[in-house]
């Protein structure tokens, strides 16, 4: 289950002096706690074994989960000798030791799975120096880590192991969990149902976690169940997993901007609160909400990008907490405006546009010509001053010179780009009739 699921030493410590999450640690793969969608008979792990070739890996999941206990057992499973170095407390003598000591062991007819914890904490060089020992056998690798590999791991590493993605533990898991941590402890929890469920919400998914809040729980010694309320005076809530830097940060803006895109303002709220929870700067949230306003709204309701900067100045003017309420009132207009990235499209046609057609001139018609020289070589012959016309529309060419039109804003059937796409479509008649 967790990361604490190691292979019992049971000449360590006395069964009743041992830690709990030591005590419970599971023996094989098949009593592992979640993770069924990789340690599945038809499942990427469970495959590896049914064949007998285990690879190198990346287990790649957040903490407590059983990253440890799973390489662990893959070791017991293929009877390969377990070595477990940490990124953080190694450096390149540890590793050459502990490379010698497979090459040893490899003589000797023994494999080695080495297990490198939080192996996205080594550098570029460290990451190489395993490359020659998983090609040529002397170590099956299986690191593991909580942020993403492909940004995090260098894509020689990538290229020799199979990345494992582990996912944070359900209720249900959980739930089994406390059952087990029962048995181990001869005893209920003494808490009511409503307690029980939220002793597991505050695990937050993970496994080591609510194992720690167990054994502070027996500790206690009560003799009566505790409900929902004291439950959480005495226990604190596992801090949501955040990093302003790392994957979550970038997992929850995301999740927040595609939930605006989908005019859902709970689901909206609901990210936007989990990201101020975590400690988000909130000028941070301001900067994005105004991309937002202009990537996925436009002109569809042009009081969007001012809705934003308005948020933002109150936050600024305000500051915390009051501050957050109005970006919160951003979020909601944000979702419930008309959507359109029309804009957004025209802009990046424009560009593609652009440096498609590299130095190309302007026509010479609409170039100023305050030269005698500049006159003779016809700059500004011909230009229509769109004022003189009757309708305030000359239909002139403004492209390059033999520049096929491109057809850039296709606004959308949407808020305000329905009135724009009826201006459109007029200019685009009336260029027609006069031949522009």
């Not at 006395?14 to 094989?28: E, G, K």
């Not at 929890?189 to 496994?207: F, K």
């Not at 919160?328 to 990235?341: D, H, W």
């Not at 305030?392 to 060419?397: A, D, E, L, P």
């Amino acid at each position: 289950m967790a990361d604490l699921f190691d292979t019992p030493d049971a000449t360590a410590q006395p069964q009743a002096s041992r830690p709990l999450a030591d005590r419970i640690r599971p023996a094989t793969l098949a009593e592992v706690i979640g993770q069924a969608h990789v340690l599945g008979p038809e499942a990427p792990l469970g495959a590896m074994l049914v064949a007998g070739s285990l690879s190198s890996l990346i287990l790649w999941g957040p903490p407590g989960v059983g990253k440890t206990t799973i390489a662990r057992l893959l070791a017991d499973a293929t009877s390969l000798s377990f070595v477990q170095i940490s990124a953080i407390f190694s450096g390149v003598p540890e590793l050459r030791k502990v490379f010698e000591a497979a090459r040893l062991r490899r003589q000797q007819g023994r494999g080695t799975l080495l297990f490198v914890d939080e192996i996205h904490r080594f550098n570029k060089a460290q990451q190489d120096g395993f490359l020659p020992y998983m090609e040529d056998g002397t170590i099956v690798l299986v690191g593991a880590t909580t942020e993403n590999p492909s940004f995090e791991l260098n894509a020689a590493l990538l290229s020799r192991a199979q990345v494992v993605v582990l996912e944070r533990l359900s209720l249900a898991d959980l739930e089994r969990l406390a059952q087990r941590a029962e048995q181990a402890l001869g005893q209920a929890l003494p808490l009511t149902a409503q307690a029980r469920e939220a002793l597991l919400e505050m695990a937050d998914g993970d496994g080591r976690a609510l194992l720690n809040l167990i054994e502070q729980l027996a500790a206690w010694k009560l003799q009566a169940a505790l409900d929902t309320a004291a439950l959480s005076s005495r226990l604190m809530r596992r801090a949501a997993k955040y990093d302003k830097s790392g994957d979550e940060h970038y997992n929850l803006i995301s999740a927040l901007h595609k939930s605006i895109r989908g005019s859902d303002p709970d689901a909206a709220l609901y990210w936007f609160a989990r990201m101020l929870e975590g400690g988000e700067d909130p000028r941070f949230l301001a900067r994005r909400l105004t991309r937002m306003a202009i990537e996925d709204i436009g002109l569809a309701e042009p009081a969007a990008q001012a809705q934003c900067l308005h948020a933002w100045q109150v936050y600024e003017r305000l500051g915390s907490p009051e501050g957050e309420l109005a970006l919160a009132q951003a979020v909601i207009y944000l979702a419930l405006a008309p959507k359109s990235n029309a804009g957004y499209a025209a802009y990046g046609a424009a560009r593609a546009e652009a440096r498609r057609t590299g130095s190309e001139p302007p026509p010479k018609h609409i170039l100023n010509a305050p030269t005698k020289l500049m006159k003779d070589q016809g700059f500004g012959a011909g230009y229509a001053y769109d004022h003189d016309a009757e309708d305030g529309f000359s239909g002139q060419n403004y492209f390059p010179e033999g520049m096929r039109r491109p057809l850039l804003y296709q606004p959308v059937e949407r808020g305000f780009e329905r009135e724009l796409k009826k201006r459109l479509e007029w200019f685009a008649k009336q260029r027609e009739k006069r031949g522009g």
